[in-house]
Antibody, heavy 118, light 111 residues
């Protein structure tokens, strides 16, 4: 069955970077794009961007342009999301979610809590 | 683009029907039949309930249905059950610059 397993919680200081991983299994890794979505405490969902695991092409939300980098490792079926210049407002749960068709997200990782605090 | 607009909360009694609206613009909801709805229980990842306005993924109850009129999409839950109590988010394709936007979320309370 399709599984997306994310890396564990992180605590970072303002100005630092964080890299969250999402390991996929149960399907052909390069056949489905992967979204990243975050959710600040008590807040709604925010789309961050998408990566094509086949060729590595990406598209990022304007709010994150210049701060986010999404990459993939086809040898381990893992996608990564790195966010730099962290500030307290980046404290959130970060999710990876597999794209089905036309931006539909049918399978989600369990989420990774990133806390930014001095 | 700004987030899609949803009511902060709705409520209903078991067995009743409720509808959650999701209002966007002609740049997103109004121009594409690519609205999805997600259910999220506390501490859990979102779960896809409806996609492409009114399609249900495998395993989703027929009690969940979707529709769209103009710039507003709607999710209707009929025969409310206690387990339907959750947060619900709409999302829409929003064009080539920002591919996806979400609504602010609606908390559904089953009385």
């Amino acid at each position: 069955q399709v599984q997306l397993v994310q890396s564990g919680a992180e605590v970072k200081k303002p100005g630092a970077s964080v890299k969250v991983s999402c390991k996929a299994s149960g399907y052909s890794f390069t056949s489905y794009y992967m979204h990243w979505v975050r959710q600040a405490p008590g807040q709604g969902l925010e789309w961050m961007g998408i990566i094509n695991p086949s060729g590595g092409s990406t598209s990022y939300a304007q709010n994150f342009q210049g701060r986010v980098t999404m990459t993939r490792d086809t040898s381990t079926s893992t996608v990564y999301m790195e966010l730099s210049s962290l500030r307290s407002e980046d404290t959130a749960v970060y999710y990876c979610a597999r794209r089905e068709t036309a931006m539909v997200m049918n399978y989600w990782g369990q989420g990774t809590l990133v806390t930014v605090s001095s | 683009q700004s987030a899609l607009t949803q009511p902060a909360s709705v409520s209903g009694s078991p067995g009743q029907s409720i509808t959650i609206s999701c209002t966007g613009t002609s740049s997103n909801v109004g121009n594409y039949n690519l609205v999805s709805w997600y259910q999220q229980h506390p501490g859990k990842a979102p779960k896809l309930m409806i996609y492409e306005i009114n399609k249900r993924p495998s395993g989703i109850s027929y009690r969940f249905s979707g529709s769209k009129s103009g710039n507003t999409a709607s999710l209707t839950i009929s025969g409310l059950q206690a387990e339907d109590e959750a947060d619900y988010y709409c999302s829409s394709y929003a064009g080539r610059t920002t591919l996806v936007i979400f609504g602010g979320g609606t908390k559904l309370t089953v009385l």
